[in-house]
């Protein structure tokens, strides 16, 4: 691999408003690497970047870019409880793979994570399980008959 390919798998995500909870996730993956000696780097669009221009402080320029693209308190409450109905409500599709079904459901949990209110993987692992089509009834009691289904999580 060249230098110029090395360096843009390295590459930061870049912050335009559009995806706030994928931004956010990845910013916190370089400040667990900062305990191994690396620095984190942090990347936001044009439009973003207006909005930090004047903070000295990279945690006051966090606070604003939170507010500005997940909202007030009371806005996080709202987006929680459609996040909630959409899980409640989510099925998987008869013509749908797991790993399609998987993803969606992984979704709604990785923006309730960001948003401060994760999902368990006991939560996880039965809203898959009771979401699959009748055509899995049989692989879902052996899952039952073998896991503790309490203890399992979405990998397994």
Do not use: H
């Amino acid at each position: 691999m060249d230098a110029l390919a090395s360096s843009a798998a390295f590459r930061p995500p870049v912050l335009d408003g559009s995806d706030y909870a994928f931004w956010k996730v990845n910013m916190r993956i370089p400040q667990i690497s900062t305990q191994r000696k690396s620095m984190p780097s942090i990347s936001v669009g044009d439009n973003m970047f207006s909005l930090i221009t004047n903070c000295t402080y990279a945690k006051d320029a966090w606070d604003i870019l939170q507010k500005y693209c997940e909202g007030s308190k009371s806005v996080r409450r709202t987006k929680l409880r459609m996040l909630a109905s959409k899980f409640e409500s989510l099925g998987m599709k008869e013509n749908e793979t797991i790993v399609e079904y998987d993803r969606r459901l992984r979704d709604i949990a990785n923006k309730a994570f960001s948003l401060g209110d994760p999902l368990s993987s006991e939560r996880l692992v039965n809203k898959e399980l009771r979401s699959l089509p009748e055509r899995f009834n049989f692989k879902i009691c052996a899952i039952d008959e073998s896991k503790d289904t309490f203890t399992l999580n979405l990998e397994d």
